[in-house]
């Protein structure tokens, strides 16, 4: 995977996506496995934005049953599905335990009816069964929980997800179909020849240069930031209600490897306290309505607060004050426009729009949806270039990690004994990469030295540094420490590393700018001797 803008420039593609988060990196495996000549630009690095700030879960949206979202919740079961099936080493199965006390807005016939209908919509291919526990059972399970006015808990499943390494892994794919992808390559303008759009212009955030890629159709999926660029086309009336979620990590709250699903007192808001690593817990998210610029998007004190006191609210024998907040992360949902509900309750249906100029723009959608949405999204495109669209291959063929993985765990003590790994670096390594582990192991056969920590007494490689460089297109530090891995979510925040990560990196990129800057220079030598040869014909 390269990253060329030069490249980029000089084919008129017939699909460019504008954003890097979940939804264009959908769209783009989506129409390169189509066949279709694709490419994806992101001012940033890819899953920078929304996408690498959710809530880490794929869920089939049992909250949304209250909206009477069945539709949502029926097309979110079966993409839970197909992710656990498509990349197994990202999404994995998550118990829940929602206790409902006295009082409650849902009390426990109520979710119990709920629980009901998710396994019908789920059409029973649930991860696995519900069940309602006792008070005492509840207690018994979960100690943490508060037993004053507790009248019993629901149990039941869905999955875990690294967003970031998501996204990620739909690009891998889009760029072995052929795509040609770009981070930190913004859009400043929109090409136009009556009237249509047909093409952008890029400003490399590396270089300065200036660049115009050129496409057939444009596709806008940069979420919150939709609004802002359709008005480059002259659509000037908003579509989206953006909600800022916040997130924060805090020492374990519960001993059990499963998620609490909590209620808050003041709001009666759902929210989660999920599991994270060995000794974390997550708690989020929020739901506030947030107007200001998207680029500036940071954790409130106000919601540090409110999630901090309504998980305490629930627990006994846990006090959680600002000083047990390891680290926060807040993004923006970019919600369709409906002021008639409260923030929470606003849908979280998708939306595509198309600007006078003929860009197509996504709006709205969840995180587990963002398969079908894609798959819609890349149907509309064909139509729009009036090809023979095919069939999306994107439900059937597994993500790069997913591909082969269980020869890879099959094979795991050969491979881990050959590289003398520990168990806890094997275990990360397939995890993180899944089928890919033994493809950054390739790496140690030139240079053992990789396998060593990036400072002593670090979990992180020199290793997954440099797979980060070479085959994942990771820029900064940041790439590496908050997407590539989840180090500066942890206790820490990767800031121990984050010296020796630079160094690395610096060391790194400047052998690959030698090795492209050789390339262009064997190319113009190859193109200097055939223009000689043809001059002499």
């Given amino acids: 995977m390269q990253r060329d803008l030069?490249?980029?420039?000089?084919?008129?593609?017939?699909?460019?996506?504008?954003?890097?988060?979940?939804n264009g990196a959908g769209v783009a495996r989506d129409l390169a496995l189509r066949g279709l000549r694709v490419a994806l630009v992101e001012k940033s690095d890819f899953a920078s934005g929304t996408s690498s700030t959710s809530t880490?879960?794929?869920?089939?949206?049992?909250?949304y049953l209250e909206n009477f979202d069945l539709r949502l919740v029926f097309e979110s079961c079966r993409e839970r599905h197909t992710l656990q099936r498509i990349a197994p080493h990202l999404v994995q199965p998550l118990p829940f335990c929602i206790p409902v006390y006295r009082g409650d807005l849902r009390p426990l016939w109520m979710v119990r009816a709920g629980l009901m209908l998710y396994d019908l919509l789920a059409l029973f291919r649930n991860t696995g069964t519900h069940h309602i526990l006792s008070a005492a059972k509840a207690v018994a399970r979960e100690p943490v929980l508060r037993p004053e006015g507790l009248r019993g808990a629901a149990v039941y499943w869905d999955c875990r997800m690294d967003d970031a390494r998501l996204v990620l892994e739909n690009i891998l794919s889009a760029t072995a179909a052929g795509a040609l992808v770009a981070n930190y390559a913004e859009v400043t303008g929109l090409l136009q020849r009556s009237g249509r759009v047909v093409g952008v212009k890029v400003q490399d955030r590396e270089t300065g240069q200036a660049h115009e890629l050129r496409a057939h159709l444009?596709?806008?999926?940069?979420?919150?930031?939709?609004?802002?660029?359709?008005r480059l086309d002259g659509d000037l009336e908003p579509v989206l209600r953006t909600t800022r979620g916040t997130h924060i990590l805090v020492p374990r709250v519960n001993a059990g490897a499963e998620a609490l699903y909590l209620s808050t007192g003041r709001d009666n808001r759902l929210f989660f306290v999920i599991p994270w690593g060995t000794d974390l817990s997550l708690i989020g998210t929020t739901d506030v309505d947030f107007t200001g610029d998207p680029d500036t998007i940071w954790p409130v004190e106000a919601d540090i607060d409110y999630l901090l006191e309504e998980a305490a609210r629930h627990l006994q024998g846990k006090v959680l004050r600002r000083e047990c907040v390891v680290a926060a992360f807040a993004g923006l949902r970019p919600l369709v426009q409906d002021h008639r509900q409260k923030a929470s309750r606003v849908s979280?249906?998708?939306?595509?729009?198309?600007?006078a100029g003929g860009m197509i723009s996504i709006?709205?959608?969840?995180y587990t949806t963002y398969r079908a949405v894609a798959e819609e999204t890349a149907r509309?495109?064909?139509?729009?270039?009036?090809?023979?669209?095919?069939?999306?291959?994107?439900?059937?063929?597994?993500?790069?990690?997913?591909?082969?993985l269980a020869t890879v765990v099959r094979d795991r003590p050969e491979w881990q004994a050959h590289y003398g790994l520990d168990t806890a670096v094997a275990d990360r390594l397939l995890q993180r990469y899944g089928a890919r582990a033994v493809d950054a192991l390739d790496l140690v056969e030139a240079d053992r030295d990789l396998l060593q920590p990036v400072v002593p007494g670090s979990t992180l490689t020199r290793l997954e540094v440099a797979f980060s460089v070479l085959k994942e297109m990771a820029r900064k530090p940041a790439d590496v420490l908050r997407r590539r891995t989840s180090l500066a979510l942890e206790r820490g925040c990767g800031l121990k590393e984050l010296s020796a990560v630079a160094l690395q990196l610096q060391g790194l990129l400047a052998a690959e700018d030698r090795v492209r800057q050789q390339w262009v220079t064997d190319y113009r030598a190859t193109e200097a001797r055939i223009g000689e040869a043809c001059d002499g014909d």
């Fill in 6 to 22: 030069n490249q980029m420039a000089s084919i008129e593609h017939d699909v460019l996506i504008i954003g890097g988060g979940i």
């Fill in 56 to 63: 880490k879960l794929i869920h089939g949206g049992l909250r």
């Fill in 218 to 230: 444009v596709i806008n999926a940069t979420g919150p930031w939709l609004d802002q660029l359709r």
């Fill in 348 to 355: 979280r249906e998708h939306h595509l729009f198309t600007t």
């Fill in 363 to 366: 709006a709205g959608g969840k």
């Fill in 380 to 404: 509309l495109a064909c139509q729009r270039l009036g090809i023979d669209s095919g069939h999306s291959r994107t439900a059937q063929m597994a993500l790069p990690g997913g591909d082969g």
